[in-house]
């Protein structure tokens, strides 16, 4: 009887865990509905998020809000914000803007606020691809040197390019450029990203790299100096959620 009761527990486990592990699902039919890196803006109530990915809002159909909680515990409070001014049977015309503010220790950090507003349009090809390109202001509040006080403005504008092909309907490869230029300093590296994108019905699982000025800050250390450093290329691994 105990080892028919073990068979038992055991077969129920097995179902239990069939059950909730992520079966495949048709995620996406068409390019539209993919709104990260596009000028989509989510449906109202609709939610978004990842592990590090911003978690990003839908406030009304035409208007999405984002921020980082990354960012946020860090000390850099952030908020993004998407406006749908008009949309096409094959293309997307909206505004983009967004800030940061640093909080930072000087010592720890050279920005200390960042705000970025444009248009952004994208345009659909045979409902598998989509093209979204973008420019505005991009105007940063600099430090003059790590560990002061003293802060300076770097006005520029800045420039985007996202590309998305929907392989099938369970798989994404997405394309993303950015640079930006300076008045003061002219162009900074550019940032350049790659990923493919896999779905479950739960969740999705990115994968990826990317390439550009990446700027890295170390855990202090006995002293309680913390140092920048520069990665030429940085992993882009996250999980993404939608509800």
Do not use: K
């Given at each position: 009887?105990?080892?028919a009761?073990?068979?038992?527990l055991?077969?129920?486990?097995?179902?239990?865990?069939v059950?909730?592990?992520?079966?495949p699902?048709?995620?996406?039919d068409r390019?539209?509905q993919?709104?990260?890196?596009?000028?989509?803006?989510l449906?109202k109530g609709?939610?978004?998020?990842g592990?590090?990915?911003p978690?990003t809002?839908g406030?009304?159909?035409?208007?999405?809000?984002?921020?980082?909680p990354?960012?946020?515990l860090?000390?850099?409070?952030n908020?993004?914000?998407r406006?749908?001014l008009?949309?096409?049977?094959?293309?997307?015309?909206g505004l983009?803007?967004?800030?940061?503010?640093g909080?930072l220790?000087?010592?720890?950090?050279?920005v200390?606020?960042?705000?970025?507003?444009?248009?952004?349009a994208?345009?659909?090809l045979?409902?598998?691809?989509?093209?979204?390109?973008?420019?505005?202001?991009a105007?940063r509040?600099d430090r003059?040197e790590p560990?002061?006080?003293?802060t300076q403005?770097?006005p520029?504008?800045?420039?985007?390019?996202?590309?998305?092909?929907?392989i099938g309907r369970?798989?994404?490869?997405?394309?993303?450029?950015?640079v930006?230029?300076?008045?003061?300093?002219g162009?900074?590296?550019?940032v350049l990203t790659?990923?493919?994108?896999?779905?479950?019905?739960?969740?999705?699982?990115v994968?990826?790299?990317s390439?550009?000025?990446h700027?890295?800050h170390?855990?202090?250390?006995?002293s309680g100096?913390?140092?920048?450093q520069?990665?030429?290329?940085?992993?882009?691994?996250d999980l993404?959620f939608d509800?």
């Open positions: 009887m105990p080892r009761r073990a068979r038992l055991g077969l129920c486990l097995a179902c239990g865990l059950a909730m592990a992520p079966r699902a048709a995620a996406w390019v539209q993919i709104v990260r890196g596009t000028a989509e803006t449906e609709q939610l978004q998020m592990i590090f990915a978690i809002y406030v009304t159909d035409a208007l999405t809000v984002a921020s980082h990354i960012f946020d860090l000390l850099l409070p908020l993004d914000a406006y749908r008009v949309q096409g049977e094959r293309w997307v015309l983009y803007g967004g800030f940061e503010q909080f220790p000087a010592e720890t950090s050279t200390a606020g960042a705000i970025e507003f444009g248009f952004h994208t345009v659909y045979m409902d598998r691809i989509s093209i979204t390109a973008g420019t505005g202001w105007g509040i003059v560990g002061s006080a003293t403005q770097d520029g504008v800045s420039a985007h390019l996202n590309a998305t092909w929907l369970r798989h994404l490869l997405l394309l993303n450029g950015y930006r230029y300076s008045f003061a300093d162009i900074d590296q550019p790659g990923a493919l994108v896999r779905a479950w019905e739960q969740f999705q699982l994968g990826g790299v390439l550009g000025n700027l890295i170390t855990l202090p250390d006995n100096v913390t140092r920048a520069n990665w030429p290329v940085m992993p882009y691994i993404w509800f």
